[in-house]
């Protein structure tokens, strides 16, 4: 009874329960305050953590249609605006719908769990996915465009997008390879649900989308008998420059001509960005991740304000007698000194204090204390001791911490047991629900750079292995490089937090922005094996290409805008931050990678020269001879 006006009666269950047996019990204890005959003027309230977890879980679920469905509507948007200057533009919509489906599949098959974390795939994946359709579609309308029949522009779009969306699929799913390492289960199984459903999305594109394709347009061809037997086409008129062809052009030979301000600029805000980035503070509170005004987080709330705060944490005691005199001594001193000398602890329980407060001190004599243990309720013993041998001892703290001052309040705790340690042959472990709050306070703040880092690596890596050719990897990772920093810095600038899901922007960004690379990448070097020069095969990479990437990442950009009116803070700053990070993206391929690309592969052209150039000035000095 904390006051005169309220009290708790508490439901204790095994710590072994799942969640479907938590919720069992809930709908059982909701039932019984309903059919209860309360006196007048009184009333009941279901809470508690576990309450609140479910009504968590539930709200997410119902807000994922919702969140879909508006994901798909801001995606017809984008492609009615950035993907018609082609037929059928709205192709990529039921292509996305298939993988999705293929996705959920594949989630129950493989029991990954529903979460906040899964939650925000999805709109990933309406993203990429439609990305991945409107590659292909783009170059079988460029291939038809030229004169080529339906079944030689199928195949050339094949030959050529196909390795090329390939490769971008591959460096994204090694960026997301990166997150299977933190140690946080969210995490990776967002990595899992990413890998797997940009894997889908791919096929579905490649092998679905194409052949629709096909068939529509043999029909179409069949109709005009423009191309019979299925070897000639007539010629179709050679579709003007679109408008954002030409921007993107001008814009890449504006950066590709300007290399040293555009690259040394780029690389003084990454470095900012980098540095920024140490400094900005992480979010583990689950509290703040959810609506403010849910129902289930406001009785959890009054009923912290009531007791004056539920958290708490647990230290557990192993001894071969937890009933020892001087172990019981031990709990009661060592939980005094905390409540004196740590002003975030405001109490302490245990089998120590029960004792205590029932026999006024703790008894010398081993038998008295068993006969005060057995006159009380088994319930009550039950809370702070199993067996013989274990023990456990809960500090109660201050209501509304910070996760900073929650993480001091254990290092002192653990610091306190190093110099007043039990007595001999006692060990202690400091754990509970604040103390994995910590861990992955810890996780995230340094698992996130990891995750990035290794992430770079292994696109580095892989994209060496593809290629074998480390201009081209290193084409694809540099810009990227440079996403990165941006992205901490415009965090840091904002105020915001990194969460469970937002420690994952690193790697994400890597995956997203590296496809954006690659397709660019892909398209120059296939421009210049026409023998075109490296300024001219950059100007018409842009001009043909960028329109579809600028398309693609209108698409990821919308799709993750469904995010930013999510009711709950961590998918809605996710949403934000990811939309930065793609636009970045796409600023980073239309900027960065132009005057990289190009002046890297200059100089090896130029290297080349002078060696064969080299090579043979000492022929003909051997020939003179």
């Given amino acids: ?48 953590d576990p309450a609140f977890m479910i009504a968590m879980s539930e709200e997410m679920s119902s807000g994922l249609s919702s969140m879909l469905i508006l994901a798909f509507i801001l995606m017809i948007f984008a492609l009615l605006i950035v993907f018609r200057h082609v037929r059928w533009s709205l192709m990529p919509i039921p292509v996305v719908l ?46 038809l465009a030229k004169g080529e029949c339906v079944r030689e522009a ?76 299925g070897h000639a086409a007539a010629k179709r008129a050679e579709p003007a420059e679109t408008a954002v062809g030409k921007i993107l052009s001008r814009i890449a030979m504006f950066s590709t001509k300007r290399p040293l301000a555009v690259i040394a600029l780029a690389s003084m805000l990454a470095v ?10 992480v979010q583990t509170e689950t509290k703040d991740f959810v609506p403010q005004d849910m129902q289930a987080l406001q009785d959890l709330n009054k009923l912290t304000h009531i007791m004056g705060g539920t958290d708490q944490i647990n230290i557990i005691v192993k001894a071969d007698d937890v009933l020892d005199p001087d172990v019981l001594q031990w709990m009661v001193d060592f939980s005094q000194r905390e409540e004196e000398l740590n002003n975030c602890i405001t109490g302490s329980a ?57 993480s001091g309040t254990v290092g002192q705790i653990e610091s306190d047991l190093q110099w007043y340690s039990p007595p001999p042959g006692v060990s202690v472990t400091v754990t509970g629900t604040k103390v994995m709050s910590t861990s992955i306070l810890g996780a995230l703040t ?30 694809t990772i540099l810009p990227i490089v440079m996403v990165t920093g941006w992205i901490g810095g415009v965090m840091y600038l904002l105020g ?12 994400l960004a890597i995956g997203i922005g590296a496809e954006f690379t690659i397709l660019m990448l892909e398209r120059y070097f296939e421009e210049r094996e026409k023998g075109l020069e490296p300024y001219a095969s950059m100007e018409k990479a842009a001009s043909s290409v960028g329109p579809a990437i600028m398309a693609s990442g209108s698409t990821v950009i919308f799709g993750f805008s ?29 900027m960065v990678l132009p005057p990289v690309m190009v002046n890297l592969d200059r100089w090896r052209t130029g290297r080349k020269m002078s060696d064969k150039s080299a090579d043979n000035n000492k022929e003909y000095n051997k020939v003179s001879i």
């Fill in 272 to 281: 900012a960005g980098l540095y920024a980035d140490e400094h900005v503070g």
């Fill in 98 to 143: 298939i993988g999705l489906i293929w996705t959920f599949g594949a989630m129950g098959f493989l029991r990954i769990p529903m979460t906040m974390a899964s939650m925000a795939v999805f709109p990933i994946l309406i993203g990429l996915g439609a990305d991945y359709a409107i590659q292909f579609h783009n170059r079988v309308e460029e291939e």
């Fill in 350 to 406: 245990s089998i120590g204090s029960l004792v205590c407060s029932g026999y006024g001190s703790i008894p010398s004599e081993r038998d008295t204390i068993s006969s005060i243990t057995d006159s009380m309720s088994p319930v009550l013993i039950d809370q702070y001791i199993e067996g013989g041998n274990i023990a456990v001892m809960n500090l109660k703290l201050e209501s509304d911490l910070s996760s900073e001052q929650i």
């Fill in 496 to 507: 915001m937090y990194y969460n469970p899901l937002t420690a994952t922007l690193g790697a």
């Fill in 1 to 48: 009874m904390p006051d005169t006006m309220h009290t708790i009666i508490m439901v204790q269950m095994p710590g072994s329960i799942d969640e479907e047996n938590k919720q069992r019990v809930l709908s059982q204890v909701e039932r019984a305050i309903d059919v209860v005959d309360f006196p007048a003027g009184t009333t009941a309230i279901a809470t508690g």
């Fill in 446 to 475: 340094s698992g996130r750079t990891q995750m990035g880092y290794l992430g770079m690596a292994i696109i580095f890596l892989g994209m060496l292995v593809i290629y074998r050719d480390w201009l081209k990897a290193l084409s």
């Fill in 154 to 229: 199928i195949i050339d779009t094949i030959k050529h997008t196909g390795p090329a969306v390939g490769s971008a699929v591959a460096a994204t799913c090694l960026g997301f390879i990166a997150l299977l390492i933190s140690p946080v289960p969210m995490i990776q199984d967002f990595g899992k649900m990413s890998l797997i459903g940009v894997l889908l999305c791919y096929l579905v594109s490649m092998f679905v989308l194409v052949s629709v394709l096909y068939v529509l347009d043999r029909r179409a061809e069949k109709k005009k008998n423009s191309c019979p037997a």
């Fill in 562 to 590: 469904a995010l930013i009116i999510s009711s709950f803070p961590m998918l809605r700053d996710f949403g934000i931050v990811t939309v930065i990070a793609v636009a970045f993206s796409l600023l980073s391929t239309a």
